[in-house]
C-alpha cells in the first residue's frame, strides 16, 4: 500500500524568509503533483513532477523530485501572506489504471 | 477557462435520508474521479471513472453509496442512506491527458444531522 507523508504538518513562516517542506512516499512512482487549498476551498494545481530530478518554479514556489530518495520539496522563497494555505502532493501510483494518493497536507502560516 | 462543475455546493442532511451530488467534468475529459475529504485529511479516492465505465471503486461503501456515470459525460454520487459520519467534502475531479493531472471541481460539503 503507498504512503505518503508530509512534514512538517503545521508550519508558521514569517514574511520574508524562506522555507522548505517535505513530502515522502513509500512505492516507486515517478509522477508526483502539488496542490493548494485555501479554507473551505478546492484544490488548486500547482506543479506537476514526472520525472527524476524534475524541478518547476511558479512565483516564490519551487517543487522538486528525487524518484531514487522517494522524496519531493517544496522551497518557499520570501515568504508573503498571500502562501497562507494548505499544501498537498499527492502521487501517482501507476498500475492499471492511475490514481492519486495524497498526503495529509501541510499547512502554512505566514506571520508579519 | 474551462472548469469542474458541481452542485450542490453545500447539502444538509438527517441522518438515514437519501442525498446525491451532481459532477459535469472539464469537457474532453474521459476520467473522472469522486474523492471525499474529511476536515483536517488529503482527499481519498471513492470512485474512478474512464469514459462510462467504473475503473476502481475499491474504497466506495457500496452498501450505502453508489455512483453513475451513464453517457460517459456527467456523474452522480448518490449516499443512502447518509450517516452522521459521512459528513465531509466530496470533491470531483476530472483528467484528460496520460500525466493524470487532475482539475478538481469546487467541492460538495456534506452536514450529516
Known amino acids: 500500500e503507498l504512503k505518503v507523508e508530509q512534514n512538517p504538518l503545521f508550519l508558521s513562516m514569517q514574511e520574508g524568509k524562506n522555507y522548505t517542506i517535505y513530502c515522502n512516499y513509500s512505492?516507486?512512482?515517478?509522477?508526483l503533483y502539488w496542490y493548494r487549498q485555501d479554507p473551505g476551498k478546492s484544490l488548486e494545481s500547482l506543479f506537476v513532477?514526472?520525472?527524476?530530478?524534475a524541478v518547476k518554479q511558479e512565483g516564490r514556489l519551487m517543487a522538486s523530485l528525487d524518484t531514487k530518495a522517494r522524496l519531493s520539496t517544496l522551497h518557499i522563497t520570501a515568504a508573503v501572506h498571500d502562501l497562507s494555505a494548505t499544501y498537498f502532493c499527492?502521487?501517482?501510483?501507476?498500475?492499471?489504471?492511475?490514481?492519486?494518493?495524497f498526503g495529509k497536507g501541510i499547512t502554512l502560516s505566514v506571520r508579519p | 477557462e474551462a472548469e469542474v462543475a458541481q452542485s450542490p455546493r453545500y447539502k444538509i442532511t438527517e441522518k438515514s435520508q437519501a442525498v446525491a451530488f451532481w459532477c459535469d467534468p472539464i469537457?474532453?475529459?474521459?476520467?473522472l474521479y469522486w474523492y471525499r475529504q474529511i476536515l483536517g485529511q488529503g482527499p481519498e479516492l471513492l470512485v474512478q471513472?474512464?469514459?462510462?465505465?467504473?475503473?476502481?471503486d475499491s474504497q466506495l461503501p457500496k452498501d450505502r453509496f453508489s455512483a453513475e456515470r451513464l453517457k460517459g459525460v456527467d456523474s452522480t454520487l448518490k449516499i443512502q442512506p447518509a450517516e452522521l459520519g459521512d459528513s465531509a467534502m466530496y470533491l470531483c475531479?476530472?483528467?484528460?491527458?496520460?500525466?493524470?493531472?487532475?482539475?478538481f471541481g469546487p467541492g460538495t460539503r456534506l452536514t450529516v444531522l
Open positions: 475531479a476530472s483528467a484528460g491527458s496520460s500525466y493524470n493531472e487532475q482539475f
Open positions: 499527492a502521487v501517482d501510483y501507476t498500475g492499471a489504471n492511475s490514481k492519486l494518493t
Open positions: 471513472f474512464q469514459d462510462e465505465s467504473v475503473v476502481d
Open positions: 469537457s474532453g475529459h474521459a476520467t
Open positions: 513532477l514526472l520525472s527524476n530530478g
Open positions: 512505492t516507486t512512482s515517478d509522477r
